[in-house]
């Protein structure tokens, strides 16, 4: 994470849903994946990006490429600004091996990318 981007909390819980990263003459609201939702727009635009937004897009279904070029279905388990950490989807079996897979902040979506149904 860049060192000037501003926390953003919803105003109504106080959950942190991204950063607000200064640019030029504007702004461009960060996901908590370290990804833009914005172009370069007002500080008010930014922060509705935001809001609107929410945490909801964490509980997608992901994919996961693996070094080898597969895709590995996956979901969020914790992101940081520091990290992101998946796990490999087990479907719900409580019986499955718990699988885990730590990525740097900010992730490309090149690497972590929202499962398309």
């Known amino acids: 994470m860049e060192t000037d981007w501003i926390e953003h909390r919803r105003a109504e819980d106080k959950e942190l849903v991204g950063w607000i ?5 504007g702004f461009v609201a960060m996901d908590l994946l370290g990804r833009r939702r914005t172009d370069v727009v007002d500080w008010m635009i930014a ?5 609107e937004l929410g945490l ?3 509980a997608d279904p992901h994919e996961l490429r693996l070094d080898g070029g597969d895709w ?3 979901r969020i388990a914790e992101v940081s600004s520091g990290l992101i950490r998946v796990k490999k989807d087990d ?3 409580m019986t499955a091996p718990q ?8 992730v490309p979506e090149d690497r972590l990318r929202t499962l398309v149904r």
């Open 21 to 25: 990263k200064p640019t030029g003459q």
């Open 47 to 51: 922060e509705e990006a935001l809001d």
């Open 56 to 58: 909801s897009y964490l």
């Open 72 to 74: 590995l279905r996956v």
């Open 91 to 93: 479907w719900g079996d």
């Open 99 to 106: 699988i885990y897979y730590t990525l740097d902040f900010p």
